[in-house]
């Protein structure tokens, strides 16, 4: 039976085990500082969401079918280990991750201010989420002061952080894949 990564025959196990094996790590400790670390460790005075700066990064390089399967994978994990009940998340992660990834397959080469643009257009994303969730937990909010104390301070401290990630998960990217972060490659 043939083993297929990113819609390709695997040269041999080793080879999908290591890409399985180091996107797992790669999610699980983010996911490990999400929850313990930056709870506690405010950017902004917010918890900026690591997991979904990170979910970005490898839709970008390793494309859509890995950002779908890692975005669910991630979104439930961050549900499950960090937040209460259940949300939407999930299924957010899961969208962002395919079209991220099917966006820069289809259009954009690997560059990074070519991803600053994906994360500009992906941010406004997770703030709507952001919001959807304040607007059902608090019933009497206030628009600006939620947009200036909230979710302005979340995506800034977000996207300083999936900047700041972009070549540690480039170079993570290359490792399991070569072709996978090669600058110029669509």
Not at 142 to 166: F, N
Request: glycine share 10%; hydrophobic share 50%; net charge positive.
């Amino acid at each position: 039976m043939r083993k297929y990564i990113r819609g390709r025959v695997a040269r041999n196990r080793a080879q999908a085990a290591r890409y399985i094996l180091a996107l797992c790590g790669l999610f699980l400790v983010v996911i490990l500082l999400q929850t313990t670390l930056f709870s506690h460790l405010r950017v902004f005075g917010t918890v900026p969401d690591l997991c979904y700066g990170t979910l970005l990064l490898v839709a970008y390089f390793c494309g859509r079918e890995t950002g779908a399967v890692a975005g669910i994978a991630s979104g439930f994990a961050v549900e499950a280990l960090g937040s209460v009940g259940v949300s939407l998340l999930p299924v957010v992660y899961l969208l962002c991750g395919y079209v991220c990834g099917h966006f820069t397959r289809a259009i954009v080469p690997r560059r990074f201010s070519a991803f600053a643009a994906v994360l500009g257009v992906g941010l406004p994303v997770r703030g709507a989420v952001t919001l959807i969730q304040v607007c059902l937990t608090y019933s009497s909010i206030s628009l600006p002061r939620i947009l200036v104390q909230v979710i302005l301070p979340e995506l800034l401290g977000t996207g300083l952080l999936a900047l700041a990630l972009y070549w540690p998960v480039r170079q993570l990217c290359r490792w399991i894949d070569p072709a996978a972060g090669a600058p110029g490659t669509a």
